[in-house]
C-alpha cells in the first residue's frame, strides 16, 4: 500500500505565499503523475497544476504565473509553492499521485487534503 503525507497548510494574508509538500511512501516502483487538487464546499475538486516523470507541467489558467509544482524523486515527494494568493485561493488542497507499485501494478492515491485560508 501506499500512504500520502501532506503538510505545509495554513493562514496566509493576500499576497502571501506558502508552499505544500506531500510525501509518498510504502510499495513505490516510480512515480508517473503527481498533482495538485483543491475543492471548496459546494464544489467539485479541480486541477489547478500536475507535473509529470519527465518534469514537465500543466496548470490551471487561474494559477499560472503564481503556482508552481515540482518535484523531488529521489525522496517521492509533490510540492506547490503558492505565491501571490488570493481569497478566492481558500480551499482545501489535496495531492494524488499515479504510480506503479513493486508488483508492476498501477495505483492512484490521494492525500488527506489540508486547509489553506487567505485572509486578512
Known amino acids: 500500500q501506499v500512504k500520502l503525507v501532506e503538510s505545509g497548510g495554513g493562514l496566509a494574508q493576500p499576497g502571501g505565499s506558502l508552499r505544500l509538500s506531500c510525501a509518498a511512501s510504502g510499495s513505490i516502483l516510480s512515480i508517473q503523475n503527481m498533482a495538485w487538487y483543491r475543492q471548496v464546499p459546494g464544489k467539485e475538486r479541480e486541477l489547478i497544476a500536475v507535473i509529470y516523470s519527465g518534469g514537465s507541467a500543466n496548470y490551471a489558467d487561474y494559477v499560472k504565473g503564481r503556482f508552481a509544482i515540482s518535484r523531488d524523486n529521489a525522496v517521492n515527494t509533490t510540492y506547490l509553492q503558492m505565491n501571490s494568493l488570493k481569497y478566492e485561493d481558500t480551499a482545501v488542497y489535496y495531492c494524488?499521485?499515479?504510480?506503479?507499485?513493486?508488483?508492476?501494478?498501477?495505483?492512484?492515491?490521494w492525500g488527506q487534503g489540508t486547509q489553506i485560508t487567505v485572509s486578512s
Open positions: 494524488n499521485v499515479f504510480l506503479r507499485h513493486y508488483n508492476m501494478t498501477y495505483g492512484d492515491y
